[in-house]
């Protein structure tokens, strides 16, 4: 059974960080390109940032450019989401998901999906 989970959501202040970790069992994530999502309440689902297998080249949505970043270990068949600067708009849960594509940004996209992990960052 395919699982990902996300972990080390939470409240933060404005201009804090916080560090998201997904975790797979049963698949392996060096064949996949990674992605972060995040969802606002009465919001669409919306990309965030990908890394695709190697490591190399990640991707990022232009409210990510400067202030996220994304990585992964594959040997340890995790990824990771690094958020700096962190702002009230960036209030969303984050999923991390798994795409067999080369380079993917649309949740069509993705075929593996995560339940999720709260970010809140206050005023």
């Known amino acids: 059974q395919v699982q990902l989970v996300e972990s080390g959501g939470g409240l933060v202040q404005a201009g804090g960080s916080l560090k998201l970790s997904c975790a797979s069992s049963g698949l392996p994530l060096s064949l996949h390109t990674m992605g972060w999502f995040r969802q606002a309440p009465g919001k669409e689902r919306e990309f965030v940032a990908g890394?695709?297998?190697?490591?190399?080249?990640?991707y990022y949505a232009d409210s990510a450019k400067g202030r996220f970043r994304i990585s992964r270990d594959n040997a340890k068949n995790t990824v990771h989401l690094q958020m700096d600067s962190l702002k009230p708009e960036d209030t969303a849960v984050y999923f991390c998901?798994?795409?067999?594509?080369?380079?993917?940004?649309?949740?069509?996209?993705?075929?593996?999906w995560g339940q999720g992990t709260q970010v809140t960052v206050s005023e």
């Open positions: 998901a798994a795409s067999a594509k080369w380079v993917a940004r649309y949740t069509t996209e993705y075929n593996y």
């Open positions: 890394i695709i297998q190697s490591g190399g080249s990640p």
